[in-house]
């Protein structure tokens, strides 16, 4: 397969490239859920990282900025502006570890978009991810993002950025490793006999956004065949657990002022933040939200909070089937819940509910809000999903 150049890329080509990432992992986000039992078996990972990155599906480039084959026309500069309002939207609708986790990369690799600057994007993306992880683990998706940042160095240490090739055939059997090995990192990963469902989300939309670049994203591999013997909870698979909180919080601190680590460390679990200048968003797992209230009511003013109790996959028993058994794949998404669609084992291929303020998978949309935004007289639509979404869908 033909190599491709980190220059030649327009932002055009790129912003459709980051969509299909997304797109990706909305056709495969059921997969993720049933794979999800770190750090807790509560198979939300598709549904929070579905949410978290649905700011890709919304970005809009500034036109002209670059010439066809992705170098600065004349009198022009790169506008780095949309992607620092897509920085800005992904920490905003980043939800559950997954999603934060991914935020925070994002906030890195979108500080250097363009493919000529992709070594520098994948470390800052890793070190971005890394900071903002109380208690890094191995067998996440940090492992993928390390995997990542290493192949770029390795690709730029020997020649001028200019001149670097990398192959994204090459990068794609990179992070399909890291994830394949992320079973063998984490007990609970090996004891469900799964991949990391988060690990392998970022690898579904690395792979999909690379290759879109050479316009190859039809190339992408076989995820059932590639991963088969990883993507099924072992039988009998249990995680006992005490009551519990997944709580999203935002605080108001002040100009300059940094939130102690030593604090932020004991709020809870699974503890994912991200600070700006006079924010702090914090994603952390409790069993006391009134006392975690208190305990960071002492950072600032809690601007935004919003709990779910963290509920675990009961035990099923494994479904029977026979060489007749017939899959349903249908786009009647508003007309079936997830979870009636889940027990009846039909998948639902989703269309999008298009706003002014943004757009979303139509199985996640809020019907009361849809309603409110049109009583306001708001514009409201409906957007087919891409060939390519749907053609994922059906592999």
Known sequence: MPPGLFEYTNIQKMTKAFAIGYERIVAWGDLLDQVNVFPVHDSDTGKNLKISLAPFKQIKPTHGACNGAGKPSPGNSFDQGPFDKLIDNLSRSAVGNSGNIAAAFFSGFLAHPLPISFP??????LNMAMNAVADPRPGTMLDLFESQ????????????LQEAFFDTDELTEVLRQSVAQSITRLPALQKAGVVDAGALGMFLFLEGFF???????????????????????SAGYTEPAEPAFCVDLQIRMDQGARAPDALIKTLGDSIVMAQTDQSLKIHVHTRDREALKRRVSELGEITAWDD??????????PARTTPHTVGIITDAAGSITLERAAALGITLMDS???????????????PAQIYADMARGKRVMTAQASVFQRRETFR
């Open 120 to 125: 520098n994007a994948a470390r800052q993306g």
């Open 149 to 160: 940042a290493r192949f770029f160095d390795d690709k730029a240490s020997d020649a001028r």
């Open 211 to 233: 290759k879109a670049l050479e316009e190859r994203q039809d190339q992408c591999i076989r995820v059932m065949e590639s991963f088969k013997d990883q993507l099924c909870v």
């Open 308 to 317: 779910e109790p963290i509920t675990t996959r009961p035990e099923k028993p």
């Open 352 to 366: 999008f509910i298009v706003t002014d303020g943004g757009g979303c998978p139509e199985t996640l949309a809020d």
